[in-house]
């Protein structure tokens, strides 16, 4: 199957830059997302790239997206204490279905 | 836009009873439903993939008989876990797409949590 793999943990201070990243094997991917879960919540969608996209800022959140080394990162700018949740990757790849790959989940935790 | 609902939110039963989570697309159209089972700290497992109107299709290791799943609306999906066991007591998440977006995105609702006594 495929492979998304994350760092498990991150701590960052408050007001500085979190970089969370993620790896996956599939070349194929159309969609890669980025997904934050906070305790016993859902997914809530925080922003995708397309693959033929190398890099996309959304107001504090850059993602890079390195497709040669299959590498995607998720950089949160100014980090604040209501940032500490658990992010996911996540790639789509075509004939799937629609189906998502997610990667292990790094938990992001904010010291004010 | 692009909501998911997903009822009940916390369900407590007695082992041997089966439970029916329901999951909702509120303001779209959701021709794929997705399940996925979430252990404590875990990543998401996926269980199974409907879509309206046809079978589920289910990953490997997930029994289709004891996790049941009909999708019989393009709004509503839902899965009954038949003769729950302690070891079924998990995190269930379900998520939508509807190629709302030209990604087709799945929206996720905000899970039900499952504890089988």
């Known amino acids: 199957g495929e492979d998304v793999e994350q760092s498990l943990f991150l701590s960052v201070r408050e007001g500085d830059s979190s970089v969370i990243n993620c790896t996956y094997t599939d070349s194929s991917s159309t969609y890669l997302y980025w997904y934050k879960q906070e305790p016993g919540a859902g997914l809530q969608l925080l922003t995708y790239i397309f693959s033929n996209m190398d890099m996309k800022q959304d107001q504090r959140l850059t993602v890079l997206l390195n497709k040669k080394d299959k590498h995607l990162s998720l950089r949160i700018a100014d980090t604040q204490t209501g940032d500490s949740a658990i992010y996911f990757c996540a790639e789509s790849i075509p004939g799937t279905g629609n189906q998502f790959y997610f990667g292990t989940g790094t938990s992001l935790t904010v010291i004010p | 836009g692009a909501v998911v609902s997903q009822h009940p939110s916390r369900v407590i039963c007695k082992s041997g009873t089966s439970v029916k989570i329901e999951c909702r697309s509120l303001d779209f159209q959701a021709t794929t439903m997705f399940w996925y089972r979430q252990f404590p700290k875990q990543s998401l497992m996926l269980m199974a993939t409907?879509?309206?109107?046809?079978?589920?299709?289910?990953e490997q290791g997930v029994e289709k008989d004891k996790f049941l799943i009909n999708h019989a609306s393009l709004t509503l999906s839902t899965l009954t876990v038949t003769s729950a066991h302690p070891e079924d007591s998990s995190f269930y998440i379900c998520?939508?797409?509807?190629?709302?977006?030209?990604?087709?995105?799945?929206?996720f609702g905000p899970g039900t949590r499952l504890t089988v006594l």
């Open positions: 998520s939508a797409s509807g190629q709302r977006l030209a990604t087709d995105t799945q929206y």
């Open positions: 409907s879509n309206e109107g046809s079978k589920a299709t289910y």
